[in-house]
């Protein structure tokens, strides 16, 4: 038997088989020991520390997806799983994993040549190659759909890319970035694997964030940025193939919540055994144990809804609203059990120290990135009525 997390009420862990758990043990392990103890720092120093990544790299994390970096039999429940694990230690490191693993690796392998594919995919795995996705401009967040001002156009056996990008992660030090842009010759969106090299092409990290601060999100420019046909995603001919990459990553973001809210609820549990308040531990307190009650309840709910929609991919049904509809709920679930972990702390409650205040504030641009609460309720509204209030 494996050490099921206590916070894991319903015992959802358990019906993974064997060998799926035996890795999850394996990367709590690592994250606890290696990343845990130091995410703190590196939160208020606003900096990613590369030294975990070989480390996260050699977990049974990356490319579980693709035929070409699949190592065995590994269900997209668990990838969920390791989302969560990663987040309930930190949800900066989770997010550097979703956009390798999620969005970049997951651009070339929904939308990737078999060419393509086996050239980076592999590199994306090992970390060998670093990898950013870059779809949301200045101009344009949630109606990136048709509101991309970022254009291609095809010169030759070339195309020439000329726009912004911002709140790109991992894009400081990326190799590669998935730039998404407007075709000018059919008006469709395309994607294209740019190397950060390229002439034309410059990344700045985006400052003074107070979310998620380990993750170096960045303000891209693309000015007369050529790159080869054979760079241009062989598959990816409209949005709906942008948008069968965010299906992927979405589910997943909502695995995410639910560890950020794990690791507050945690801290929360640890806290309010120690700290008394008249003449016993806080945790003795009625009102105090509702809070943790609540907490609980969230988070079991949320792994509930997680663990069908990841079945419902590894069964081929998945569809964009059950992803939106586990995004946007699992997400508003996680915001307000670090709400009521928070509190749970009282004064320390946002005090870098002691944890939680890093999962409250990291819990906002979870909330709001890869589709909005509002922008995954449409989508989700859309398939109840059968019409798209978009715009
Ligand atoms: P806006 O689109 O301006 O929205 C502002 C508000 O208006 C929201 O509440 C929204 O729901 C609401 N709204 C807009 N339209 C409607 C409507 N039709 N109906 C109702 N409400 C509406 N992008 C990438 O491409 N790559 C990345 O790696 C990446 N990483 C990110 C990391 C972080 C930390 C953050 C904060 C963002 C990241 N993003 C990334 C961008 C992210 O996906 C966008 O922030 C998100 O899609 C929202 O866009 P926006 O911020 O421009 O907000």
Known sequence: ???????????????????????????????????????????????????????????????????????????????????????????????????????????????????????????????????????????????????????????????????????????????????????????????????????????????????????QNADIVLEDVRVPESHRLQNANSFRDTAAVLRLTRAEVAWAAVGTAIGAYEAAVDYATRREQFGKPIASHQLVQDLLSRSLGNITASIALCTRVSQMLDQGVQRDEHASLAKAFATTAMRETVALCREALGGNGIVLDYDVARFHADAEALYSYEGTREMNSLIVGRAITGVGAFV
């Open 1 to 215: 038997t494996f050490p099921t997390l206590a916070s894991d009420f319903y015992a959802f862990e358990s019906q993974l088989a064997e060998h799926e758990q035996r890795e999850l043990v394996r990367l709590r392990t690592f994250l606890e020991t290696e990343v845990k103890p130091v995410v703190n720092d590196y939160w208020d120093r606003a900096e990613f520390p590369r030294q975990i990544l070989p480390g996260l790299h050699a977990q049974q994390v990356f490319g579980n997806l693709w035929e070409e970096t699949k190592a065995g039999d590994f269900s997209a429940v668990y990838s969920g799983w390791t989302a969560l694990e990663l987040a309930r230690v930190d949800a900066s490191v989770a997010t550097y994993v979703g956009v390798q693993n999620g969005l970049a690796m997951g651009s070339i392998g929904v939308a990737g040549s078999p060419e393509q594919r086996a050239e980076w995919l592999p590199k994306l795995k090992t970390g060998e190659v670093i990898g950013a996705f870059g779809l949301t401009e200045p101009l344009s967040g949630s109606d990136s759909a048709q509101g991309l001002r970022t254009t291609a156009t095809r010169d030759g056996d070339h195309w020439v890319l000329n726009g912004a990008k911002r709140w790109i992660g991992n894009a400081t030090w990326s190799d590669i970035t998935i730039i998404w842009a407007k075709s000018t010759e059919d008006g469709q969106v395309k994607g294209f694997i740019v190397p950060t090299s390229t002439p034309g092409y410059t990344a700045t990290k985006i400052e003074r964030k107070q979310a998620l601060r380990i993750v």
